[in-house]
Structure formats: C-alpha cells, structure tokens
C-alpha cells in the first residue's frame, strides 16, 4: 500500500519556524517528483514547493520563495520542508505529494498524504 505520512505540523509564533516531513512507504519514490501544497479554510488547494527526482529542479511559489525550503533524503524515501519566519497567511494544512514528470499543478500529483495542520498565530 502506497503512502505518504506527513509530520512536524503544530502551533508557532509568527517569526518562528517549523519543519514538516513527509515519509513515503509502499513504493520507491526516488523517479517521482515530490511537492508540498497547503490549503486553507475556504481556500483552493495551492502548490507550495516542489522538487525533482534528481534533486536538480526545485520551484517554489511566490509567497514563500526566501522563507522555505525543500529537500529530500533518498536513503529514507522523506522529503522534507522547512519554514522560516512564518506569517499568519501561512496556516493551512500542508500535504505532500507525488508525481511522475515535473510541474506544479495540482491535478498531475498522484499519491498524497493526509496532511498537517501548521497554525501560526500573530
């Protein structure tokens, strides 16, 4: 059973930070594409960050570009995203995801997490 185990969510301060996980099972997601998306109350799903099977490609949306950062250990199938002076508008709750080939859209990604639920208050 393919899976996807997000972790690291929780309650922070504006300014502070938070790495969240995301462990992969079931399957080697080494050729894939990992992201990370986040969705808020009453909001769209939106892409957050990105990273190619290589490690090569790496895309992040506007709104978090200099303040997050994704990465990815092969040897333990985990890719991670760590957050930097977080804001208010950063609460959501934040899912991995995967996908064959490269790209941001929502649609493409084709195994998620349940997500985790990051709360940064003011």
């Known amino acids: 059973q393919v899976q996807l185990v997000e972790s690291g969510g929780g309650l922070v301060q504006a300014g502070g930070s938070m790495r969240l996980s995301c462990a992969a099972s079931?399957?080697?997601?080494?050729?894939?594409?990992m992201g990370w998306f986040r969705q808020a109350p009453g909001k769209e799903r939106e892409f957050v960050a990105a990273?190619?099977?290589?490690?090569?490609?790496?895309l992040y949306a506007d709104s978090v570009k200099g303040r997050f950062t994704i990465s990815r250990e092969y040897d333990k199938n985990t890719v991670y995203l760590q957050m930097n002076n977080l804001k208010p508008e950063d609460t959501a709750v934040y899912f991995c995801?995967?996908?064959?080939?490269?790209?941001?859209?929502?649609?493409?990604?084709?195994?998620w997490g349940q997500g985790t639920q990051v709360t940064v208050s003011s």
């Open positions: 079931g399957r080697t997601f080494s050729s894939d594409t």
């Open positions: 995801a995967s996908r064959a080939g490269w790209g941001k859209a929502t649609y493409d990604y084709n195994y």
């Open positions: 990273v190619s099977y290589t490690g090569a490609r790496i």
